[in-house]
């Protein structure tokens, strides 16, 4: 049966028998007993919808891995192309990507979740866990929000870093010390994005839980949720990993492929990688509170506020826009030939998951398959309706 994939995934994922406690390091992770979520559509619906899409997808030459959720379900799963074009490896939805900025939300869960503990407040002085941090004023809080006025690290590491260097989060510390860079704003005042806060914030996750950031996340959050292609980026799961797509860069009709950057050794920022289903699991993870409490989780969708109480479209690792007045809770990722996107299309209860290593516009490919895969469901439950109302205005012959 077609869909067999579908009902297959979602039992693997969600057929938990007894609540799971995970201890690790003074953690103890509960993961509640989850229900298996039955299909909201028909097979011969799901099987439209996907048809649609796919075409559409077909159509935009798209390479790469796409996932469409609705209310919880997989109704579409798109794997095409190659995660590597020069060796011809095609690509497949078991196929793990950079996920560039779309890896922040999993940061800010990992402070949230310390939150959680008592390990640290958000409001406190990033100098109070990290001594030798230069800016007294910055709060974790400032990090999350890019409201911290850091100016970016990557071009300290661009200008003074051996190339041939491994880097770490002690070293992007050090660069900031050397440097002493003045504060772009005062804390708070403003919003700039800054993928400097965010390698800081993978540092503070090392410094509280005494882990490197990697293991961190694969105790506290990829191994409880069943991610099992999910990692941040260290040399020995890079080398014993086959099936990882490579950044290519398009010029004209040729692709050329991006190598390895010191800078892909600093997660937090970037460098998670993981896969559609993955990804999957990652939302329900935020929408059925398996983490952390409901009231982090409203936190950290809830908008930035700065000096003169302006509000900006940014949480803690997440971003909010509407869409034809309708809430959307995104994140998009860019970085040397992967583009990514995560989008939450709040009121018709739609996920749009976009992997892509070509360096392409993942973020409009979303929300076109969005709108496709809106009307396309729209219309088969219209159909289905109007088909019920006719079954049940017709006759029913009399037996004799």
């Not at 929000?145 to 990557?154: C, W």
């Amino acid at each position: 049966m077609k869909y067999f994939r579908f009902f297959l995934l979602f039992f693997l994922l969600f057929l938990r028998c007894n609540t799971i406690n995970i201890i690790s390091n003074d953690f103890t992770i509960e993961i509640p007993e989850v229900v298996i979520v039955e299909p909201p559509l028909s097979e011969d619906q799901i099987e439209q919808v996907e048809n649609r899409v796919t075409r559409q997808l077909d159509n935009m030459g798209f390479n790469g891995n796409v996932l469409v959720a609705y209310k919880g379900y997989p109704i579409v799963r798109y794997s095409n192309g190659y995660r590597h074009f020069f060796k011809k490896e095609k690509l497949n939805p078991e196929t793990a990507f950079q996920l560039a900025s779309v890896s922040k939300a999993f940061t800010a869960m990992a402070i949230l979740m310390l939150q959680q503990k008592g390990k640290l407040d958000i409001s406190d002085s990033v100098f109070h866990y990290i001594s030798e941090f230069p800016y007294r004023d910055i709060t974790i809080q400032n990090l999350l929000q890019h409201t911290s006025g850091l100016q970016n690290y990557m071009y300290f590491v661009d200008g003074q870093w051996d190339k041939e260097k491994h880097l770490t989060y002690d070293d992007v510390l050090d660069l900031l010390v050397q440097n002493s860079p003045q504060l772009s704003f005062r804390p708070g005042q403003r919003h700039y994005y800054s993928n400097t806060g965010y390698a800081i914030l993978a540092l503070l996750v090392e410094k509280v839980s005494g882990m490197p950031f990697d293991q961190f996340m694969k105790i506290n959050i990829f191994d409880p949720l069943d991610m099992q292609h999910t990692f941040v980026w260290n040399r020995k799961t890079m080398d014993t990993i086959s099936n990882i797509a490579t950044g290519f860069k398009r010029y004209r009709k040729k692709y050329a492929s991006v190598g390895h950057d010191p800078l892909d050794e600093i997660g937090g920022d970037k460098s998670v990688y993981s896969t559609i289903d993955d990804l999957m699991k990652w939302e329900l993870a935020w929408s059925r509170n398996q983490l952390i409490s409901d009231s982090l989780i409203q936190l950290a969708f809830t908008k930035t506020v700065t000096g003169r109480n302006r509000i900006h479209d940014y949480g803690l690792g997440w971003r909010f826009t509407e869409i034809d007045d309708k809430p959307v809770i995104y994140h998009n990722g860019l970085w040397n030939g992967f583009t990514t996107s995560f989008h939450r299309f709040i009121s018709d209860s739609i996920i749009v998951i976009v992997l892509n290593n070509t360096n392409g516009h993942a973020s409009s490919v979303a929300r076109q398959i969005y709108v496709t895969a809106e009307e396309e469901i729209s219309r088969v439950k219209k159909e289905k309706s109007s088909s019920d109302n006719l079954a049940s205005l017709t006759p029913r012959r009399k037996s004799n």
